[in-house]
């Protein structure tokens, strides 16, 4: 059985073109890491500071957080590939827009965020 790990992911939300532009982070993290690089994400701007100390009270509600047209996750995967997870749990959250009559789809992944 592969060893399940965590990862992060910021996804940039865009309503005029109907996609979600996701950002991965490099796997192979426990929760604590994956939630500490989230966390250094959310400190580096001034105007998410509400967003941060939601994030750093573990007060996220599922381990995600949004402002404005962005939002901010952890989420586990097994084996040594992070994305086919991140992909998954993007399609889980595109099916609950589609039923909330929200119309976005998945970008390509991209880019790859590395917090050191």
């Given at each position: 059985?592969?060893?399940?790990?965590?990862?992060?992911?910021?996804?940039?939300?865009?309503?005029?073109?109907?996609?979600?532009?996701?950002?991965?982070?490099?796997?192979?993290?426990?929760?604590?890491?994956?939630?500490?690089?989230?966390?250094?994400?959310?400190?580096?701007?001034?105007?998410?500071?509400?967003?941060?100390?939601?994030w750093?009270?573990?007060?996220?509600?599922?381990?995600?957080?949004?402002?404005?047209?962005?939002?901010?996750?952890?989420?586990?995967?097994?084996g040594?590939?992070?994305?086919?997870?991140?992909?998954?749990?993007?399609?889980?959250?595109?099916?609950?827009?589609?039923?909330?009559?929200?119309?976005?789809?998945?970008?390509?992944?991209?880019?790859?965020?590395?917090?050191a």
């Amino acid at each position: 059985m592969p060893e399940t790990a965590w990862n992060f992911m910021q996804v940039e939300i865009a309503m005029e073109d109907h996609l979600l532009r996701p950002m991965y982070g490099l796997g192979g993290l426990t929760r604590d890491q994956a939630r500490a690089k989230v966390q250094s994400i959310l400190d580096e701007l001034p105007t998410l500071a509400p967003i941060a100390e939601v994030w750093r009270r573990d007060q996220a509600k599922d381990d995600t957080v949004f402002c404005n047209q962005r939002m901010w996750t952890v989420y586990t995967y097994a084996g040594t590939d992070p994305l086919p997870a991140a992909l998954q749990w993007l399609e889980d959250f595109t099916q609950a827009l589609h039923t909330a009559g929200i119309d976005l789809h998945v970008a390509p992944p991209a880019l790859t965020l590395d917090t050191a």
